[in-house]
């Protein structure tokens, strides 16, 4: 049964240009990227949450923040 894992929080890095998308990816392995499954969390600075959904219990899962520029870089 899908648990919900609450509200994780994340914050931009200080990068010269503005964020052109920002949330959150997680996975059950280590190193979730934004290829994999993702929270679009919209843009700009400042603070941001994201709501994961679709997890399950009794798993370990691994979430990273991140921020993207309008290259698509991190």
């Known amino acids: 049964m899908?648990?919900?894992a609450g509200d994780r929080?994340?914050?931009?890095?200080g990068g010269p240009g503005r964020s052109a998308e920002?949330?959150?990816g997680?996975?059950?392995l280590p190193g979730p990227t934004r290829s994999g499954r993702r929270t679009v969390d919209g843009?700009?600075?400042g603070t941001f949450a994201s709501a994961l959904t679709?997890?399950?219990?009794e798993?370990?899962?691994y979430v990273r923040a991140y921020a993207?520029?309008?290259d698509r870089t991190n």
Do not use: C, K, S, V
């Open 9 to 13: 929080r994340g914050r931009e890095g």
């Open 68 to 70: 993207a520029n309008n």
């Open 22 to 24: 920002r949330g959150a």
């Open 43 to 45: 843009n700009g600075y």
């Open 26 to 28: 997680w996975d059950t």
């Open 54 to 57: 679709g997890l399950m219990g």
């Open 59 to 61: 798993r370990q899962y």
């Open 2 to 4: 899908p648990q919900d």
